[in-house]
């Protein structure tokens, strides 16, 4: 089986125009309005399917849940939704309460660099309780971005190493491995049993990162907590799988390791839905 964890419905009139020309500033394209039916298509390499909007009041990014929640009604035997929450926001407890019990969204997407909180602070710990009660797993933006307003130093995987200890049911995937810093994501996801990373958007827009990172997850042994993403409408997961078959291309002919053509296929097609409690 194969899932694709990290995809998006966000669209044009999620976002304030501020925030979209701010992402166009750091060289995103201009954002288009995404249909249904071409997520449908490219989605049909993988079985199943995890899409999420964006919410960041202080970024100008306000994606409803109810668009989420009617985005799966469309195909709900393939696709799974997760709620975006902004703990920032008044009220967040009980739209994650409504979430759950009203439109069936089974986990929770946050964005802390955009929405400006510190996912480790205290104040917001009530988040995650209510996820580990729940048994919402919970799927964080991690690592760098490029919109001018997101502060990184909420966004480093250190951070979910004291999440991850005061609440240690809750499942946890740190995006994107983390990146720049996919060593110390690998350091996190290794000294918890219910912490996990996916690859999304790391392996085919900056191969020798992705290459170097995939050993390094190799080397601290926790290649096997690495879930399938592709970050999609950016790429899509066909993208993804031929591109992080790719990866040992650039160390053909040295002495540099080779990522293990088994870890590849591992990641691809990791049963995600059964670590993270979605089955």
Known sequence: MIIDVHSHCLQPDHVSEASRRADERAGYPPMQPLPFETYQEAMRVVDKSVVFGVRALACGALSPNDFTADWVAKDPDRIIGFMCIDPTEDGYLDEIDRCASDLGLRGIKIYPMLAHFNPADPLYFALYEKAQRLGLPILSHVG???????????????????????????????????????????????????????????????????????????????????????????WTPGEGMTKMRRLNEQVEGTNLPRIPDEVIEGIIHRNTLELLGLE
Do not use: T
């Open 144 to 234: 760098a971005h490029p919109n001018p307003r997101s502060i990184l130093k909420y966004s480093h995987p250190l951070l979910f190493d004291e999440v991850a200890q005061a609440f240690p049911d809750l499942k946890i995937v740190i995006a994107h491995m983390g990146h720049p810093w996919q060593r110390d994501c690998a350091i996190v996801i290794r000294k918890h049993a219910n912490v996990f990373a996916d690859v999304s958007g790391a392996g085919w827009v900056r191969p020798y990162s992705a290459w170097e990172a995939l050993v390094l997850m190799v080397e601290w042994g926790v290649a096997d907590k690495l879930l399938f993403g592709s970050d999609f409408p950016f």
